[in-house]
């Protein structure tokens, strides 16, 4: 049986972007948060433990319990994270970082009081320096050459802070003319173009990024597969998506490419539980809980799939898919409220 989808408005198999609010590394709007924002932020820095520097360009998500979603921001020069626009509640800190150990950091925010000068320390893991191919460092941004570490800066920038994917491919094209072998530059470049919705271009881009890192930065290997998926390239973004898991065990976005290219391969018992493995790590994912509620709809399953849209309503309540999501859950109610009269006003056997 083909697997029907709830929302006819969401592209295939709930191919959404890496960096959207409704992904993977399940979608994220940085500055997104809150419909209305209040005048509150979570701010802080990423230093080593090792060294006590800053560690700059690091993916740190804020994840909101009870709210909408994940954000994203990532660290700056001097290794600052910056989260404006939060409302009052409990939230949690999530930074996996390659060859770092992963932190998740619970924090209080009131509606009045800003969380700010949070200090996070990463430690390293223990002979992941030892591990790494020699390649790496030399193109890592360490080695950059000033104008071009400032021209990766503004299209970081351009691409997370602003929301403009196209303005910051020239300046990623920059970098790579000075350093043709720097692969972070070419993970972004796919992930720009993977929000303008050019899929050739960001699995080129994205194959040169694990190309040039040897398979190491797993972040292009998850957003591969999210492409792949994206383009219904099923079968691959299963492979990729085992690949990820593989290096990362348990990564909550590589569990969910991998929900999506099963589901999408039409193996909806293992797509829902990949998505289920990946609800465990990150229970704020809009997305996954379409997905279940798809898988579980095909069943005939009107409790789970009532239960997967209240949790998505509860993460994201004021979402663009949040009122289709509501008339969905009313009118599955009322079918099934009826069915239940039908079956209590049948005569005995």
């Not at 898991?245 to 589901?263: D, G």
């Not at 999408?264 to 293992?270: F, V, Y």
Request: proline fraction near 6%; glycine fraction near 8%; charge should be negative.
């Amino acid at each position: 049986m083909k697997t029907r989808l709830i929302l006819s408005s969401l592209p295939a198999f709930l191919a959404l972007s890496f960096l959207s609010a409704f992904a993977q590394r399940p979608n994220p709007h940085p500055g997104g948060m809150n419909p209305q924002p209040r005048n509150v932020t979570v701010q802080g820095f990423v230093r080593s433990a090792e060294t006590d520097q800053p560690v700059d360009h690091v993916r740190v998500e804020l994840h909101h319990f009870g709210g909408s979603g994940v954000n994203l921001s990532f660290t700056s020069a001097t290794g600052e994270f910056n989260f404006p626009g939060a409302s009052g509640g409990e939230y949690q800190i999530v930074i996996e970082q390659d060859g770092f150990e992963p932190v998740h950091q619970q924090i209080q925010v009131t509606d009045s009081i800003s969380a700010t000068g949070i200090v996070i320390f990463l430690h390293s893991l223990q002979g992941s320096a030892a591990k790494a191919p020699a390649g790496i460092i030399s193109a890592s941004r360490l080695g950059l050459p000033a104008k071009a570490l400032k021209d990766f800066n503004l299209g970081i920038a351009e691409l997370y802070e602003n929301h403009n994917p196209e303005g910051s491919l020239p300046c990623f094209a920059r970098v790579l003319e000075k350093a043709p072998t720097f692969y972070e530059a070419y993970h972004h470049t796919g992930v720009a173009y993977q929000k303008l919705h050019k899929g050739d271009e960001a699995e080129k881009a994205l194959r040169k990024s694990i190309e040039l890192s040897s398979g190491h930065f797993t972040e292009s290997v998850i957003t591969l597969a999210s492409v792949l998926n994206d383009r219904q390239k099923f079968a691959e973004a299963e492979t990729v998506s085992r690949q990820a898991l593989s290096a990362v065990p348990a990564n909550w976005a590589a569990n969910f490419e991998l929900s999506r290219a099963l589901m999408g391969l039409q193996r909806p018992d293992e797509a829902e539980k990949s998505v289920q493995e990946s609800l465990q790590a990150n229970s704020e994912q809009p997305a996954a809980y379409l997905l279940l509620a798809n898988i579980h709809m095909n069943r005939g399953d009107d409790a789970s799939l009532i239960k997967d849209l209240d949790n998505f309503l509860r993460v994201d309540p004021g979402g663009p898919q949040s009122e289709k999501v509501k008339q969905l859950r009313a009118e599955t109610m009322k079918n099934s409220a009826q069915a239940k009269a039908g079956n209590s006003s049948a005569p005995p056997k």
